[in-house]
């Protein structure tokens, strides 16, 4: 189920494909229910899950305070409001328990509780499954959500707020940068910005605002002073006799 739940590729979690399992075994048991017309049950239907915040979120479902006041921008809200939808209508009381990942990396697999080898084995199936069908399916309006936004025709579930300024943003950056260094959409698509963005946010904010002005001939130097008229020379203010370009400040 993990492989295959429904997002964004460039942004879909793990909160949301353990959540989404989780969603999915519910709906199996409420289908079961239905058919043999199962409508109350003392039950408990106990889940493993190995990701804290979504065992969290299970277990808060019937906490009306809780989830009412949760934000409904929260990453993957929307399958958090499909499972107390869900729990809602399923019989039994449903709750979750952690058990901790990846086990088997320090002990024999044999060694290791029911719960710990079953999770060891469905992160197996899972990874198969992912590298069977490696693009996830299109998020979808979920029952139980109260808001979703779409941007280019896909639901946005997680990191709203930057795509949010990404679509704001990101046309004009981009038109400016091609026009700046004359770019066709060929070229500009040859740089990895995804690794260009991750070092830039790897930097401390003092010295990203350098790189940034360097990057994009932006440092204040005197030649660039010149052409604001701020300046009636751009030689170099230490006094070595040459113009202050951007490649002489460097």
């Known amino acids: 189920s993990a492989a295959q739940t429904d997002g964004h590729q460039d942004s ?18 409420r289908a079961i229910c239905t058919f043999y017309d199962i409508k109350k049950s003392p039950s408990y239907i106990q889940y493993h899950l190995d990701n804290k915040e979504a065992l969290r979120r299970l277990n808060n479902t019937d906490d009306a305070t809780f989830f009412d006041t949760a934000n409904p921008i929260t990453t993957d809200y929307d399958i958090w409001a499909a499972i107390r939808d869900a729990t809602s ?26 719960e710990a080898q079953m999770n060891i084995r ?13 693009s996830p399916l299109p998020a979808k309006a979920h029952l139980g959500n109260q808001v979703s936004l779409t941007l280019n025709g896909h639901i946005v579930t997680t990191k709203i707020h930057l795509h949010l300024r990404t679509a704001l943003t990101a ?7 091609k026009r700046k260094e004359n ?3 060929h070229i500009f698509s040859m740089i990895d910005w995804q690794a260009h963005g991750s070092y830039l946010a790897s930097l401390p904010f003092p010295k990203r605002v350098n790189v940034i002005k360097m ?18 020379n751009s030689s170099c203010p230490m006094g070595c006799g040459m113009d202050e370009t951007a490649l002489h400040h460097l």
């Not at 879909?12 to 048991?29: D, K, M, W």
């Not at 046309?171 to 940068?177: A, F, G, N």
């Open 12 to 29: 879909i979690s793990s909160l949301r494909t353990e959540s989404a399992a989780v969603l999915a075994a519910l709906y199996l048991i």
């Open 122 to 134: 469905m992160d197996k199936i899972a990874g198969d499954c992912r590298i069977a069908h490696p």
């Open 215 to 232: 990057i994009h001939n932006w440092q204040y130097t005197k030649s660039r002073a010149m052409l604001f008229e701020e300046t009636e």
């Open 89 to 114: 209508s399923t019989p039994g009381i449903h709750f979750g328990t952690h058990v901790k990942g990846h086990q088997d990396e320090h002990n024999p697999i044999e060694s290791l509780s029911p």
């Open 171 to 177: 046309p004009s950056l981009q038109d400016y940068i």
């Open 183 to 185: 770019w066709d959409d």
